[in-house]
């Protein structure tokens, strides 16, 4: 085999890659596994995923101790690499369909004991570069580079999704919010078609304040305190089309404040995740998680599935000559 086969072999192999590298929705639950890798400019890719969510988090991730929800969502997304002045670069979109049962205990007089809401939750936009170890490449670079340590400075900005005043139960949260995220990716080996990654991502979500709240709580105003969040992965590639994952996300703070008036409802939790994936083509990947609350204060508790397909596009430069 010469030369010029053995770099379009590489090319095509790590196409076969890209669908498990560029994922990641977060609703509360992190990013999860291979988000935080670099990867070439010049990619496009949209991301679908089914979560399921039995939780006592709100859809705007408020603790509500006495609150059952269930939450299903289906996030869509849509990503594109670029590089500036020789940095990787991304800008995504996330929008984000859901529904929500809601079951509460001891409910006042009046209020049933299951609420109902459909419609579209809170979603982002995002943009990531490259800091430390994190060069814009082309495609063919990329396939002959080899894996190095990374950071990516990530800023999200999140809308919020339907709303209404009068409604008891919301998907969205009537307010914005920044996240900003160092995403940091470990290579624990260089041989890429066996690979095994630790990501770590520190961050931290800042609220606005919501200044119509629903009726229900009769308040004027509701705020909430910024929330930690510590998002790990440790994932290894057992051939070219399977992965696994353990996951382990800390989430700190979040304290609602009423009318000035601190509520007794910090978030503090750790919860723990199983991940697999299998590429079904060379742009199509699927990717299924379990995970739940391992521990947490103030009976914090939270459970999910999480499935996904992604599809990816890149553009191959022309072949070479033979």
Known sequence: MNNTQLLREKKVSFLLFLCL???????????????????PAGVFGIATKYVNLSTNLSPATVLVKEADFNIQLFPVSAFYTFKIKNQFAQVLGV????????????TAPGIP??????????????????????????LKEFAESAPTFSMFSYVRFWYSGKYAREEALNLGSNRFTIQYSLPMAIPL?????????????????????NKEPQLLIQKNEVKQRPLFQLETHL?????????VAANLHYQLGGTSVLDGVKQDNQINMLGGSFSAGYKLLPFLSASADYGRRIFGDNGVNSRMIRAG?????????PKDPD
């Open 95 to 106: 929008v984000t369909p859901a529904n929500a049962k809601l079951g509460l205990s001891g």
């Open 113 to 138: 004991d299951e609420l109902n809401a459909n419609g579209i939750a809170d979603g982002f936009v995002g943009f990531k570069v490259g800091m430390v170890g994190a060069p814009g490449l082309s």
């Open 189 to 209: 080996g260089q041989n890429r078609a066996r690979m095994t990654w630790l990501e770590i991502t520190p961050g931290i979500r800042f609220f606005t304040p």
């Open 21 to 39: 590298l560029l994922t990641g929705t977060s609703f509360a639950q992190g990013d999860g596994p291979r988000s935080g890798l670099l990867a």
């Open 309 to 317: 397909l992604v599809f990816t596009y890149a553009k191959i430069e």
């Open 235 to 243: 994932s290894h590639n057992f051939s070219k089309k399977f992965w």
